[in-house]
């Protein structure tokens, strides 16, 4: 077992694409953080070089206090498991995860133990002498951990290991990978591009994006205070409501009506030099039907025709289109072109809101909606910084 | 051949034909299997061409030879063709010629598809792993099986040959192709220098069958280079190595024109290829010359009867796990 340290690692290929740029990380003994962002911004490469399967172009790598970044992979005594699973064909699952140790010459006895053991943990043992091609995708992808922990190594890595499941099995998956994860106590290192296996994972959550860390943190900061446009945009289902916003003399015009400023959100703006035309963003949650509100007067009340409501049982998802257009800013074609790019019309936008079950809210009709205003997040366009962040204490580390 | 693959399909509705015999009632169910039937009807008509084709080109004169090396028949004496059974393979079989050539023929065979497949596998991993130039060193590593085998020979026999041959000078003092191991092994090397190209090609089709997961999933389990090619690589490319194996294998132990051209067979370095030839064409003892055809036919048969039921060599691209 051991931390791992990034200091400044670059990953150029010899085409010229820098896919890793100059990241700062460090991973504490025995943590479970998840590397998550869009397809393409550099995990696997990250993850790669912390394996030794990629050479860091610059900076240094540290595992255990010692720098590793000419080390083989073999010398780095860390597990890997793939999205692929990349099971050798040619050999049982015993072997499969026995393969490891016979090349550490470990005694036969002793392999035979450890593979016993990894197989009980994992419910594999009745399928000790199959053939991996004979194998469900689950199965498969535990064989895969199987071989990963038989060896006992320093940390593991996974690169979307749960990827290649389908939706449920990758659910009880999810959970078996964490008792696993912590009953060992062995540093991981987890990729995925799915937001929500990064929340429910990890200690620490790494947002990426093209190659830069966005944001470090647990799942709660990430999701409270995320530092920029990206973050809050990705993290998160459904996800944070973005708005065009224009400041005015004492309030904040968005597509539903004038907010009063108050001294607090007056102070930040003032404190970030904020340009006039803003994003503002409001999770689905800080939504709720007026009626069922008591202290209507703290917030923020708005009238807005019901696209559609989805009853969920425990809750409802309100959908409403409001006059005013979508916010336009660069991190937000970003996240859109990641999410599918759905198309939205030009001139109205779109607003999640998450309602009691309680709610009486019909399609069709006009609602009364009472909106949170403290818990809004004001972000510049341009930057995709959140200046709602600004004067309080800083929220995980922000790359620069 | 094409067919084969539906060959399954037909079985299960062939079964289901044979349920439903006992419920004629069943119309719906029959009208779909006379669809089947149909389609089925034109599968064939499709490949008649091609069947037809095959059995004019191969089956035919497979047959006739057959038919001939069961006769007495040499056409320099051809008021004494006669049937003779098998009176043919007796005398062949017991021929010190025949197991002479067919020891030549085994060594030529063993050699030089065993060198083939060390030097086809170096080059395949180089060809496969070359970033820079990748064109450029296919092509030029290919240019040897583009030549016409006989030109080649030809070259390599004046390299070789005494006093005018550039290797002959530079090697030895001696006519190397008139000493009975030099001779061979010069038409060994000339195979080898021939064929390993194709060798190399069928490996990389091979080598791009190896998931790269798998060999970085080996490189994390600890193996060194060499592990990960013994280990992972070779267990996963085995199909496309056996599929090599017996596409040289077979042409080479039909090897004609390096050994024609070289030595003419002198020294004893006929191959069972030449001396049917001699005995055929040169003897014009047809029947002797069929027999020896048939043998030959034969000994191929079995090669590729071995690689496919013993090592379970199969067709690159069909699943052929779990298959034996
Ligand atoms: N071998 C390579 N050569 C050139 N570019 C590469 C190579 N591997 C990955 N890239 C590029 O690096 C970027 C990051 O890739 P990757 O780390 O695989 O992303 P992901 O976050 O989806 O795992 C991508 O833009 C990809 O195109
Ligand atoms: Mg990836």
């Known amino acids: 077992m051991a931390d791992i340290v990034l200091d400044k690692v670059t990953k150029s290929f010899p085409d010229g694409t820098t896919a890793v740029h100059g990241i700062d990380l460090e991973i504490a003994d025995g943590e479970f953080v998840i ?27 540290r595992i255990g206090g010692q720098r590793v970044n000419d080390r083989a992979p073999k010398d780095r005594d860390i597990a890997m498991v793939f999205q692929s699973y990349a099971l050798y064909p040619n050999m049982t699952v015993r072997e499969n995860m026995a393969f490891p140790l016979k090349l550490a010459k470990m005694a036969k006895e002793e392999i035979d133990r450890k593979v016993g053991e990894a197989a009980k943990v994992l419910e594999l043992t009745e399928h000790l002498d199959r053939k991996p091609a004979n194998l469900s995708g689950g199965q498969r992808q535990r064989v895969a951990m199987g071989r990963a922990i038989v060896r006992s190594p320093k940390a593991f890595l996974m690169d979307e290991p749960l990827s290649n499941l389908d939706a449920k099995l990758r659910v009880q998956m999810r959970t ?54 990206f973050v809050a945009g990705f993290i998160g289902s459904p996800s944070m409501n973005f708005l065009p916003a224009t400041v005015e003399e004492n309030a904040l015009r968005c597509p539903m009506g004038e907010l009063a400023l108050d001294d ?43 696209d559609l409501v989805e009853s969920m049982g425990s809750d409802k998802y309100v959908y409403f289109s409001v006059e005013g257009g979508p916010a336009v800013a660069a991190d937000l074609e970003d996240l859109a072109a990641d999410a599918g790019g759905a198309d939205v019309p030009h001139d109205r936008a779109n607003l999640v809101t998450r309602l009691s079950a309680e709610s009486r809210v019909r399609g069709g009709q006009e609602a009364r909606i009472w909106m949170n205003v403290d818990k809004i997040h004001l972000f510049d366009p341009s930057s995709g910084r959140n200046i709602t962040l600004q004067e309080e204490e800083p929220a995980g580390v922000a790359a620069s | 051949m094409s067919v084969s693959s539906t060959t399954p399909a037909t079985t299960a509705e062939e079964l289901s034909e044979g349920g439903r015999r006992e419920l004629p009632q069943k119309r719906a169910k029959a009208a779909l299997s006379e669809g089947k ?46 049937f ?75 390299a070789w040959t005494p006093s005018t041959g550039y290797l002959a000078n530079l090697l030895s003092d001696g006519a190397p192709l008139t000493e009975r191991a030099s001779a061979l092994s010069i038409i060994i090397l000339a195979e080898i220098w021939k064929t390993t190209p194709f060798m190399a090609l069928l490996l990389m089709a091979g080598l791009a069958l190896v998931p790269e997961d798998l060999l970085k999933a080996a490189s994390m389990d600890g193996a060194s280079a060499w592990q990960r090619f013994t280990r992972v690589m070779l267990p996963v490319m085995k199909p496309a ?15 004609f024109d390096n050994i024609y051209v070289l030595t003419n067979g002198a020294n004893e370095t006929s ?54």
């Open chain 2, 84 to 158: 003779v059974w098998f009176a043919n393979y007796a005398t062949v079989l017991s021929n010190g010629y025949w197991w002479t050539a067919f020891g030549v023929t085994l060594l030529i065979t063993v050699v030089s598809v065993a060198v083939e497949l060390v030097l086809g596998m170096a080059l395949a991993l180089v060809m496969h792993r070359t970033l820079i130039g990748r064109g450029l060193v296919r092509t030029s590593a290919l240019i040897p099986y583009g030549i016409v085998t006989v030109v080649a020979a030809f070259s390599w026999r004046y």
């Open chain 1, 176 to 229: 078996q990978v964490s008792r696993l994860q912590k009953q060992l106590g062995t540093t991981t290192v987890y990729v995925t591009h799915d937001q929500t296996e990064a929340m429910t994972l990890g200690d620490r959550v790494v947002v990426m994006r093209g190659g830069h860390l966005q944001q470090v943190g647990d799942p709660q900061t990430l999701y409270d205070r995320p530092v920029n446009l």
């Open chain 1, 264 to 306: 607090r959100l007056r102070r930040l703006l003032t404190a970030a030099d904020a340009p006039r035309q803003l994003v503002l963003g409001i999770r689905p949650e800080h939504f709720e039907d007026a009626a069922l509100v008591d202290q209507a007067g703290k917030g923020f009340t708005f009238t807005a025709p019901v």
């Open chain 1, 35 to 61: 590397l998550v962002g869009p397809s393409g911004c550099g995990k696997s490469t990250t993850l790669n070089m912390i394996a030794g399967l990629e050479d860091i172009t610059s900076g240094e790598l």
């Open chain 2, 241 to 255: 190595i056996l599929v090599a194996l017996l596409f040289r294998t077979l042409d080479a132990f039909r090897v």
């Open chain 2, 271 to 324: 191959s069972v290829s030449m001396i049917a030839y001699n005995n055929l064409m040169k003897g014009l003892n047809l029947g002797i010359g069929s027999t020896m055809s048939v043998l030959i036919f034969l000994a191929v048969a079995i090669i590729a009867f071995v690689f496919v039921k013993l090592f379970g060599t199969a067709a690159p691209g069909s699943s052929d796990e779990g298959r034996r």
């Open chain 2, 37 to 82: 039937r149909q389609e089925r009807r034109l599968g064939w008509l499709l490949c008649a061409p091609a069947a037809l084709v095959m059995v004019a080109v191969t089956a035919y004169p497979i047959l006739y030879s057959f038919w001939l090396s069961l006769q007495r028949y040499d056409l320099k004496f051809p008021s004494e063709r006669e």
